[in-house]
């Protein structure tokens, strides 16, 4: 099929080369002789903290008013989706869209011990959690206008600095500065919480968990009857100088614009955009405001004694960045290049021969998954989502189950770099939305699935059999030796087309992939944990024995592995509440 585009694979995948995230990712890959010849040890001593403070802000205390909704998860799919109560813009909205997107869920502790750990409601691998949360507000009552740090592990606000910040964030976003909404989150990463573990791969897995974040704040707001506009081509500099983050440890990644549902939120990819060549303190808008922010409050707290640099990950992220030039470069392909439609190859991988066998349907039946789903209200569902540690290899699901899973996970987002998927039985790949991500299924024990291979035609909503044949220890290899990819009901490789992530965004693609991958692996995570099944991301894996036997095409790379199946509890552990106004 032509890429109406413009869009040349051959010539595209001959470019990638050339990236430096590529090379990048090529240096990180995991080999079994790198496996088996590892000899890093974790320096517990120096393990990073895993909660940010700032010494010296003013500390605003949130409202300990937490609401729980009566509806249910899939109430909340937007193909069908309930009406939700929409919440006032106040401090207590704020409260409970933190609450259920990037607070702690609970407490670990293991048993007649002080060894205790914090959970999260948005995944992280790990559990390092490398994401900042910082709000811009610029309308919400009883928050005065500025920038503001949100301290997880006390549940409140760190008053950074008061102004229009939010207003000139959104600009830089390509916004028209007066259409801001009523407050931004600002999500950033802090790459050596990662790297402290795994060293240069974990930069890969800091993109992961910013996707896994904004598929929680996206989960949240829906569950309040607010709107989310995520995005993240921006000029780095400008926006950390915004948030009072230039020249620290944190790296800002996403901009999201929050409002209620009703209300749209006005995209700037036609109209106004931050001027380029801004590097200093003062940020000209496209409405032509001259903002200053002042001297902003609060001194970020030290996570490890010693911080150790990886060269390559210090080069991989200077490169992701971009400048207000670049940021009009991309905006301007991305109109030219009708970036809106499918990305990966085709319908399904050319080079990979299907079985003989009809395709499978795997659409979203919303009925089947209301009924299906466990009786609870979808913030508990958010809030006790877990990851297994352990699949016990015996529990089974449906097909049908399997197919509410896929085909609610991978219906796409609109932001600045996707768009949502609107998938019809009619649907062709012209029309689809835009992504980055496919997903290859490895089926262990499904009903009315032969165990096999299978590829996850997104825009048909169909899985196309590849090998018909058991795949557990095919999986349990790819996934560095690990039992749980082979003893879940299923598992799968998310697989990115970074040729063409590189020809629309340059080096910030390479994050915007593994974004995409996040959030579909944050739904997974929570579609699966409302039908009653557990599920688990893996980083681990090797990189080119999944490539090879997925028969991928020049320039497309596995980024992300998951399993999900029955978890194996383990008693030696024991659950505490969150916090002292929350169980």
């Not at 930069?203 to 829906?222: I, S």
Request: one cysteine or more; glycine letters at 8%.
């Amino acid at each position: 099929m032509a890429d109406v585009s413009g869009f040349d694979p051959v010539s595209a995948a001959r470019n990638l080369a050339e990236a430096f995230f590529y090379r990048y990712h090529n240096s990180t890959k995991h080999t079994v002789d790198k496996l088996l010849s590892g000899d890093h040890y974790l320096d517990w001593k120096n393990q990073p903290d895993p909660f940010r403070l700032y010494s010296g802000a003013d500390v605003k205390e949130l409202s300990r008013a937490i609401n729980e909704g009566s509806e249910r998860y899939f109430e909340l799919i937007p193909a069908s989706k309930k009406a939700v109560h929409e919440r006032s813009a106040d401090a207590e909205l704020i409260s409970n869209l933190l609450f259920y997107s990037t607070a702690i869920s609970a407490w670990k502790q293991v048993r007649n011990s002080d060894n205790r750990w914090a959970l999260r409601v948005n995944a992280s691998s790990g559990n390092l959690h490398p994401t900042e949360t910082h709000l811009a507000v610029h309308n919400i009552h009883g928050i005065a206008r500025g920038v503001y740090h949100y301290s997880v592990r006390d549940h409140s606000l760190e008053c950074r600095a008061e102004g229009e910040h939010a207003r000139q964030i959104w600009a830089l976003a390509g916004n028209s500065i007066d259409s801001c909404p009523p407050m931004l989150v600002c999500f950033t990463s802090v790459l050596w919480r990662e790297c402290w573990k795994y060293r240069q791969r974990g930069f890969r897995y800091c993109q992961h968990d910013m996707g896994h974040a904004l598929g929680a704040l996206m989960v949240a707001a829906d569950s309040l009857g607010w709107s989310t506009k995520p995005f993240a081509i921006f000029p780095d500099e400008e926006v950390a100088r915004l948030l009072g983050v230039f020249g620290t440890d944190e790296c800002p990644a996403l901009i999201i614009g929050l409002q209620p549902s009703g209300q749209s939120q006005e995209s700037g990819h036609s109209g106004s955009t931050a001027s380029s060549g801004s590097t200093g303190d003062s940020v000209d808008t496209a409405s032509g405001v001259d903002f200053q922010p002042g001297a902003f409050k609060g001194t970020p707290n030290k996570l490890s004694s010693e911080i150790i640099e990886y060269e390559i990950v210090d080069r991989a992220q200077k490169a992701c960045c971009l400048t207000a030039e670049q940021v009009a470069g991309i905006r301007e392909k991305l109109k030219a290049n009708g970036h809106a439609r499918s990305l990966f190859i085709d319908a399904r991988p050319a080079t990979l021969v299907a079985c003989e066998e009809e395709d499978i349907s795997a659409r979203l039946d919303l009925p089947y998954a209301r009924m299906k789903a466990i009786d609870e209200p979808a913030h508990k569902t958010i809030r006790r989502r877990r990851s297994a540690v352990d699949m016990d290899g015996r529990k089974r699901m449906s097909l049908a189950v399997l197919s509410c899973i896929l085909a609610s996970t991978t219906r796409g987002f609109d932001a600045d770099f996707a768009r949502a998927l609107s998938i019809t039985p009619a649907q062709t790949n012209e029309d689809c939305g835009a992504y980055l991500i496919d997903l290859f299924v490895y089926a262990h024990r499904v009903d009315d699935l032969q165990p096999g291979l299978y590829f996850f035609d997104r825009p048909r909503q169909e899985l196309v059999p590849l090998a018909l044949a058991d795949q557990r220890e095919n999986a349990k290899f790819i996934s560095c030796f690990q039992d749980i990819a082979a003893d879940g009901c299923f598992a799968l490789s998310m697989v990115a087309d970074l040729a063409r992530a590189n020809y629309l965004f340059g080096d910030r693609g390479y994050k915007l992939a593994h974004y995409e991958g996040g959030v579909i692996g944050q739904l997974l995570y929570l579609a699966s944990a409302a039908l009653g099944y557990d599920s688990t991301g893996i980083g681990c894996f090797i990189d080119d024995a999944i490539n090879k036997y997925l028969v991928l095409p020049e320039g497309t790379e596995v980024v992300y592995n998951f399993t999900v199946g029955g978890a194996v509890n383990d008693a030696r552990l024991t659950t505490l509440p969150s916090y002292d106004f929350a169980q």
